[in-house]
């Protein structure tokens, strides 16, 4: 039986919107599960409805078998993690990682172990005395951290955690939390907008949009195997490229290039679509420039260069395909000068196919 389990959970405010829609997800113990979406997908209301600081609407939620809609935070055993630190500026370090346990009366001597073992994991050890206005943002979030993982709960809930931190922090901060939660053993559900913590921390991933749940999967299902072009558009970076294409004879048409499927699909998968457009997708750096691939496992697309951007280990080189800007990652050593014409090829195995009016992936082979 799994250790979480939410059956169709709604959250409907007093005003009549409906904020999360049939949400259903089982949690075994110890995972990590990451939602992740844009802004005002529902993400952070289904964090705090698992919480208890969120009424639930309709639906049920159970923790380890065990009904818990009418418990609150503390009868749920849950410790949480904001996006801001809400530490107590007046106390020290020290202080405010035990406060939670002098609040429940736990031993002072307890207490000092707790602290010194939790400081040391998270390298704070020698900031115990500071107040939060002596520490960088880095050591602020650890100590928000620390506080919440010295309750010694099975469930941590995280919302957006780093996202005041910069870019260098935030991958060092990553790195921490994917250990410490590999150290504790206790389920983490995990919220975020950013697609590159979830790829990185999640044992599976929960893609939200507009309060409905898009797709469970891994990260390697979700890069590989998206349900539709949201998923597809959202998880990877840069995002996955799409261009309308028709369908002619069971071939597809981008202008003037035709794309044989019989290499990718069955022959009669496109018959329903045949005469309409469907979207051709493709990630950036599934991509080869012509002349660096056997174009008979590839399809050639000629483009234009309009920019180039140099990151180091690669080059995003954004292009027109009749139109359409399309973003392609490269070998900074091939990269292409701007205005030039060119062509690359995309391996058969890394075409991607979507409905266009219903935005999910066409199976290119009948199972």
């Known amino acids: 039986m799994a250790y979480l389990t939410l059956k169709g959970i709604n959250k409907i405010y007093p005003n009549g919107f ?40 309709s639906g049920d939620f159970f923790i380890d078998g065990d009904r818990a809609n009418e418990k609150g935070p503390r009868e749920r055993g849950v410790a949480m ?11 020290s370090v020290y202080e405010n990682m035990a406060f939670g ?30 107040k939060p206005r002596a520490l960088s943002g880095g050591q602020r979030q650890r100590v928000a951290v620390g506080r919440a993982i010295i309750r010694k709960v099975d469930i941590f809930l995280m919302d957006e955690p780093l996202s005041n931190l910069d870019a260098k922090q935030r991958v060092t901060m990553r790195s921490e939390i994917t250990q410490i939660h590999r150290e504790t053993g206790a389920t983490t559900i995990y919220v975020t907008h950013d697609q590159t ?21 891994t990260p390697y299902d979700l890069y590989f195997n998206p349900v539709n072009m949201f998923v597809a558009g959202f998880i990877g970076e840069p995002p996955m490229n799409f261009i309308n294409a ?8 981008i202008g003037e290039t035709v794309l044989d499927l019989e290499a990718v699909a069955d022959k009669d998968v496109l018959k329903k679509y045949e005469g309409e457009e469907i979207a051709f997708g493709f990630r950036p750096e599934h991509i080869k420039l012509v002349g660096k691939d056997d174009e008979r496992k590839a399809y050639t697309i000629p483009c234009t260069v309009e920019l180039t951007e140099l990151l180091g280990d690669n080059t995003n080189v954004y292009v027109d395909i009749r139109g359409v ?11 292409p000068a701007v205005d030039a014409k060119m062509s690359f090829a995309i391996p058969f195995e890394n075409v991607y196919l979507f409905d266009l009016e219903t935005e999910k992936r066409i199976k290119l082979r009948e199972q």
């Open 325 to 335: 800007k399309t973003i392609l990652k490269v070998d900074p050593h091939d990269s």
């Open 197 to 217: 913590e979830a790829m990185t921390m999640a044992d599976r991933i929960v893609v939200m949009k507009d309060g409905y749940i898009q797709q469970v999967g």
């Open 101 to 130: 346990l002098t609040l429940q009366g736990v031993d002072d001597d307890v207490i000092e172990k707790r602290v010194l073992n939790t400081a040391k994991i998270l390298g704070l050890t020698e900031y115990l005395d500071r």
């Open 81 to 91: 993690v904001f996006q801001s630190y809400a530490l107590y500026p007046h106390m």
């Open 246 to 253: 028709k369908v002619n004879d069971g071939k597809i048409n």
């Open 18 to 57: 409906h904020a999360v829609h049939d949400f259903n997800l089982e949690i075994n113990k110890g995972e990590f599960i990451v939602f992740v979406g844009s802004s005002g997908c529902g993400k952070s209301t289904t964090l705090r409805m698992i919480a208890g600081l969120e009424n639930i609407s």
